[in-house]
């Protein structure tokens, strides 16, 4: 392939990965974007509003971080799209130090961050609101990516974070007598049914002069998230890779099973009118003084479809595109 199919992307992960961001990794790791003749070079940085603000000062061609810093940075103006989801949610729990007992308790807590407007706030107000606490109950502490959150919280200097799900199910068994689980990924489902996820977005003229590798990097990811979803050893094996967490087998099963079950990977890219209608609502109204934006000024949606075109439809019953 040409020089041109190198691909610079900026991981909003870190030098990390978790479950819900998992698929990014699989897509390297499986080869998917390898076949599909691209040259995917990795650039950490901490969080999404980092990831596509690379992308806007030219460092990157690519960003994966969550929706909200997206959808931001083209309200403020830039010429920003996201062109697939590699997820449809969180595959996080809500953990609080001892002496938290249940969601009423919350009500005065000190919440972790891993910055404003980040994912990990995006879905903490979520939370927050869906609990019918004010935010003005809440003091936000920006505090970084889950190590540094989870080492506060194991210090007790704040009360509540949105932790991985792989990182809180180590915490429950090493450190059960300093924090809990207060609500699972399933409760947090039920609590927010529409949570926000990470999508891959360039500028639109990286997307409008290379269509070629744009493509690629489309049918790669739907690829490797099929993957994870279709086989758990699969799973198990990118897990394996790119995790240095270690969980008993039983609570990895059990961890992809609902992953598995409630459609969290995007087999089929996630850009559906009605998922994001729901987004951009929910957007709006924790972010009222924005400028609006429409989905078409924020998603290019026709590698997709080409791709789904090529590859056929998953058959999920989730994310029917």
């Not at 969290?264 to 929910?282: D, I, P, S, Y």
């Not at 989905?295 to 290019?300: A, E, N, S």
């Amino acid at each position: 392939m040409a020089d041109g199919d190198r691909v610079r992307l900026a991981a909003g992960s870190g030098r990390t990965f978790g479950i819900d961001d998992l698929a990014c990794a699989a897509a390297t790791t499986l080869g998917c974007w390898a076949d599909e003749g691209l040259d995917v070079r990795w650039t950490p940085v901490h969080g999404g509003v980092a990831a596509i603000n690379a992308v806007c000062d030219g460092s990157v061609d690519v960003s994966y971080g969550g929706l909200g810093p997206l959808i931001r940075c083209r309200s403020d103006g830039n010429p920003v799209r996201a062109f697939v989801s590699m997820a449809r949610g969180l595959a996080q729990n809500l953990v609080t130090r001892i002496g938290i007992e249940s969601t009423d308790d919350l009500a005065g807590a000190t919440w972790a961050i891993d910055g404003t407007n980040a994912l990990s706030h995006h879905m903490a107000r979520l939370v927050v609101r869906a609990l019918g606490i004010g935010e003005d109950h809440i003091s936000w502490r920006v505090a970084g990516p889950p190590p540094e959150r989870i080492a506060l919280l194991l210090e007790g200097e704040v009360d509540a974070s949105l932790i991985r799900v792989e990182e809180a199910a180590f915490l429950e068994l090493s450190h059960g007598d300093r924090i809990r689980c207060l609500l699972d990924s399933a409760a947090l489902g039920e609590l927010v049914p529409v949570q926000p996820h990470g999508v891959l977005g360039a500028r639109e003229a990286f997307i409008s002069q290379r269509p070629d590798t744009v493509a690629g990097l489309v049918r790669g990811l739907l690829r490797a998230s099929r993957a994870l979803h279709d086989d758990f050893s699969t799973f198990r094996g990118v897990y394996g890779t790119h995790m240095t967490i270690e969980i008993p087998e039983d609570r990895l099963r059990a961890i992809w099973q609902w992953e598995h079950d409630s459609g969290a990977f995007a087999v089929n890219g996630e850009m559906t009118e009605a998922h994001w209608a729901r987004q951009l609502t929910l957007y709006g109204e924790l972010y009222p003084d924005l400028p609006a934006v429409t989905q078409d000024d924020i998603l290019v949606r026709e590698p997709l479809l080409e791709a789904l075109e090529a590859l056929g439809r998953h058959g999920t019953a989730f994310d029917r595109t």
